[in-house]
């Protein structure tokens, strides 16, 4: 069973600061995807990562994937209040033929960033 | 260009009635998913279909049923609703897990099982 696990769950940051959200999995997979979601809204994508050792940045984001550590990590720099919101990691459950079901997804980390 | 729509967004229903939510999407995707959201559990599929003509069931599939009824469409039923299905609901969709993109989520649909 593919297990997801997000850390830390709940992170209160001030303005300005950098810090990183870890992303682990359990089985082989070289697809992992990043969402957002804000309070009462639905989920946004914000990153897909396909190999091991892709990175994407996108503004203060920056995402990147060791498919050998099984691990991904969401870095956040400069944080400003506009980046507070629910951040969810994803994991395809890849077959050998290659196919997959849904994917599975961490718990979330609940990101305030205070002024 | 809607994306993925779901109807209703709120519902509020009594213990061991039925409903379906609906779910429709524009944007000629094969796979399509269904997914509850409760806090602090993230989401967890409940069924799911890779392609029209096929549904699979996923990690919290007990007290639903599925339908896809075509290519756009893919309905979630609760035959008799418990306390236990009060949560948020999002349909998701994709191309095919085969070709390496995101899924798209819907709005959601808040329900409440009193």
């Known amino acids: 069973e593919l297990k997801v696990e997000q850390n830390p769950l709940f992170l209160s940051m001030q303005e300005g600061k950098n810090y990183t959200i870890y992303c682990n999995y359990s089985?082989?997979?070289?697809?992992l995807y990043w969402y957002r979601q804000d309070p009462g809204k639905s989920l946004e994508s914000l990153f897909v990562?396909?190999?091991?050792?892709a990175v994407k940045q996108e503004g203060r984001l920056m995402a990147s994937l060791d498919t050998k550590a099984r691990l991904s990590t969401l870095h956040i720099t400069a944080a400003v209040h506009d980046l507070s919101a629910t951040y969810f990691c994803?994991?395809?459950?890849?077959?050998?033929?290659?196919?997959?079901?849904?994917?599975?997804f961490g718990k979330g980390t609940h990101l305030i960033i205070q002024p | 260009n809607a994306g993925v729509t779901q109807t209703p967004k709120f519902q509020v229903l009594k213990t061991g009635q039925s409903m379906t939510l609906q779910c429709a999407q524009d944007m000629n995707h094969n796979s399509m998913y269904w997914y509850r959201q409760d806090p602090g559990m993230g989401l967890r599929l409940i069924y799911y279909?890779?392609?029209?003509?096929?549904?699979d069931k996923g990690e919290v599939p007990n007290g639903y049923n599925v339908s896809r009824l075509n290519k756009r469409e893919f309905s979630l039923r609760l035959e008799s609703a418990a306390p236990s299905q009060t949560s948020v609901y999002f349909c998701?969709?994709?191309?095919?897990?085969?070709?390496?993109?995101?899924?798209?989520f819907g709005q959601g649909t808040r329900l409440t099982v009193v």
């Open positions: 994803a994991v395809d459950k890849m077959y050998s033929g290659g196919g997959a079901d849904g994917l599975t």
């Open positions: 089985t082989t997979s070289d697809r």
């Open positions: 279909s890779a392609s029209e003509g096929t549904t």
């Open positions: 990562l396909l190999s091991n050792g």
């Open positions: 998701a969709s994709r191309f095919s897990p085969g070709t390496n993109t995101e899924a798209f």
